[in-house]
């Protein structure tokens, strides 16, 4: 199995899970009178229907360029994107009021304490959250996949905001029904910050935002590596949703006749895009060496 098919099995596993999960959690917090368990099946099915719209943003990014959007339709998924973490931030929103409200109110007080089988569900998602987390960042790692990887962080705060759930439905099955309500509320904010999390990352690819820091250092390495580059004078480069452009300026000898600097050039550009997949296009620009832009 290859790098870019481990990414998507994996993927389309931590899809299956993260349902599985959600619809168990509704179910069981509704059955065993579970606010906070129910809270963190919204959690989890936010997380389903965040991995689907992306992926729907991407097949949509993918289509081949047009002459009326002729850079191509990858900021459809950072719409996607942003129309979805609109919804998330609502539901955070409206389950922290519901939350508050029954305590300020105190209808919490006539809810039967959490069945032992919330307790169990939880304990449960716990494990294989965590077991996600793992399998998430190894294939993150070996399939160089950013989005793996921000998926297994993701996942990581899950087993934290799990974690607070366990704890209130124990207090609430100890005589103390108020801590489920407060475990619920604490979910509510994961929730939130999942949707504004989403918000940051669709904006930032909408404005162009520069590529990771690592990613253009070791650019600028590869660039520095190649035959006939005296010296790098400029690197530039801009995200565009799930792509990025770059520009380049190299001081190549300025003895060569225009062919031999062309040469260079398209050495650089191929170099460029054949070493990172997830560059759209790069543009070179030929200096000559002797006169250093200032």
Request: with cysteine; hydrophobic share 45%.
């Amino acid at each position: 199995m290859n790098e870019k098919h481990l990414a998507l099995r994996t993927s389309q596993l931590n899809i299956a899970l993260n349902g599985l999960l959600a619809l168990s959690k509704l179910a069981i917090g509704t059955l065993s009178h579970s606010v906070a368990l129910f809270n963190d099946g919204i959690n989890n099915a936010g997380d389903v229907i965040s991995s689907v719209i992306a992926t729907v943003g991407i097949a949509a990014g993918s289509k081949a360029s047009d002459d009326e959007h002729q850079y191509g339709h990858e900021r459809l998924e950072c719409v996607a994107a942003i129309l979805l973490s609109g919804i998330i931030m609502v539901v955070g929103i409206t389950l922290f009021a519901d939350g508050l409200i029954s305590i300020i109110k105190g209808s919490y007080q006539n809810r039967q304490s959490p069945g032992l089988l919330a307790l169990v569900m939880a304990i449960a998602s716990i494990i294989i959250k965590q077991v996600m987390v793992f399998h998430s960042r190894w294939a993150g790692k070996k399939s160089e996949s950013v989005a793996l990887l921000a998926s297994a962080w993701d996942s990581q705060s899950d087993v934290f905001a799990t974690t607070g759930g366990l704890v209130g439905i124990i207090f609430a099955r100890l005589g103390y029904p108020i801590a489920d309500s407060i475990a619920a509320m604490i979910i509510a904010l994961f929730i939130f910050r999942v949707g504004l999390d989403v918000f940051r990352d669709g904006t930032d690819k909408m404005v162009d935002r520069a590529c990771d820091e690592a990613m253009v250092e070791k650019m600028r390495t590869t660039i520095e590596a190649v035959e006939g580059v005296q010296r790098l004078d400029l690197l530039r480069s801009r995200t565009f949703a799930s792509r990025c452009y770059v520009d380049v300026e190299i001081a190549a000898d300025g003895k060569l006749s225009l062919t031999e600097a062309h040469t260079i050039a398209e050495r650089v550009h191929d170099t460029i895009e054949h070493t990172f997949p997830s560059v759209k296009h790069c543009m070179v620009h030929v200096n000559p060496y002797k006169t250093r832009k200032r």
